[in-house]
Nanobody, 126 residues
Framework: VQLVESGGGLVQAGGSLRLSCSAS???????????IGWFRQAPGKEREAVSC????????DYADSVKGRFTISSDNAKNTVYLQMNNLKLEDTAVYYC?????????????????WGQGTQVTVSS
């Protein structure tokens, strides 16, 4: 499975960005057989889960730090998952990665994800 992230960039605090994760090359099944997660890694910190979605039934989950500000969604016709990020804060600055897990139950557990994109940089300035 190949994953390509896009949509990162530089934004002022309080602003918005929408990240996209386009998937292709499915080893088993099709897009709806994979959970997609967004993770991020800030400089000097460990990678952390941000959000995830089951493309099978639309179930979502979020890290407490982004609840109410970020929204994950899936367009199965386009094999793409989006992460709408609103009211961005300085602490949201990180490289954001999307990842795919063969399964239909959304999970925030990083170790369950087998396929990873290259990441996209999000920088929030004051």
């Amino acid at each position: 499975v190949q994953l390509v992230e896009s949509g990162g960039g530089l934004v002022q605090a309080g602003g918005s960005l929408r990240l996209s994760c386009s998937a292709s090359g499915f080893t088993f099944g099709d897009f709806s057989d994979y959970n997609i997660g967004w993770f991020r890694q800030a400089p000097g910190k460990e990678r952390e889960a941000v959000s995830c979605i089951s493309t099978f039934d639309g179930t979502t989950d979020y890290a407490d730090s982004v609840k109410g500000r970020f929204t994950i969604s899936s367009d199965n016709a386009k094999n793409t998952v989006y992460l709408q990020m609103n009211n961005l804060k300085l602490e949201d600055t990180a490289v954001y990665y999307c990842a795919a897990d063969y399964g239909t139950i959304a999970t925030m557990t990083e170790g369950l994800y087998d396929y990873w994109g290259q990441g996209t940089q999000v920088t929030v300035s004051s």
